[in-house]
């Protein structure tokens, strides 16, 4: 099974601030998609960002962009400028592009809970 | 459009007795699939559901069951409820199976 881990349990950045999220993950397929979802007090899921392992090409946002590292099965988030809106829970997770029947659920990692400090 | 919503928000119970909790899509999507959060265990995989077929299934007792019904809104039940069911239980839709899946501001459960 595909395993995401987050090994930044909490984290911290000043307001304007740039913050990188770390998350690995592992999987024998070649193809498959990386999420960042934002979790904030209110408890609402909040997709932040997404990107396809076939494209080299890292995914932008706004100021949420990710370094998707392949070979290293490593995805982060850096949140540039960071503001006080961005203090949540962060989750990465990990699906399967297979179409196979069982193969489209979400595996999430276990969570960084950002502060912005102003 | 409208997005996920979720009722009741909160419940509380007692163990033993069942639950039903419901999850209506962002129109147009058609696969509704349920997670639990939990602080121990974090997000875990439910069910998901698409054109009233469950199509995939994660490691949870029968007590957890599903359904969805003709116009894409879906329900789950719990039964013989445990402490150990209380959870935030979070419902997501996407358009098709494999899509963006969107999530809704979730159901507390406590059980009691």
């Known amino acids: 099974a595909q395993t995401v881990t987050q090994s930044q349990p909490e984290m911290s950045v000043q307001e304007a601030e740039t913050v990188t999220l770390s998350c690995t993950y592992d999987?024998?397929?070649?193809?498959?998609?990386l999420f960042w979802y934002k979790q904030p007090p209110s408890r609402q899921m909040i997709l932040v960002i997404r990107q396809e392992a076939y494209k080299q090409q890292n995914a932008t946002e706004n100021r949420f962009s990710v370094n998707f590292q392949k070979a290293a099965k490593s995805f982060s988030l850096k949140i540039s400028d960071s503001q006080l809106g961005d203090a949540a829970m962060y989750f990465c997770a990990y699906r399967s592009s297979s179409d196979q029947t069982g193969a489209n659920n979400l595996f999430f990692g276990t969570g960084t809970r950002l502060t912005v400090i102003p | 459009k409208a997005g996920v919503t979720q009722t009741p928000r909160y419940l509380i119970k007692t163990r033993g007795q069942q639950v039903t909790l419901s999850c209506s899509p962002i129109?147009?999507?058609?696969?509704v699939s349920w997670y639990q959060q939990t602080p121990g265990q974090g997000l875990q995989f439910l069910f998901e559901y698409f054109s009233e077929t469950q199509r995939n299934k994660g490691n949870f007792p029968g007590r957890f069951s599903g359904r969805q019904f003709s116009n894409s809104r879906s329900e789950m039940n719990v039964s013989t409820l445990e402490l150990g069911d209380s959870a935030l239980y979070l419902c997501?839709?996407?358009?098709?199976?494999?899509?963006?899946?969107?999530f809704g501001p979730g159901t507390r459960l406590t059980v009691t």
């Open positions: 999987t024998s397929e070649s193809d498959y998609y």
């Open positions: 997501a839709s996407s358009l098709v199976s494999g899509y963006e899946q969107y």
């Open positions: 129109s147009g999507h058609r696969s």
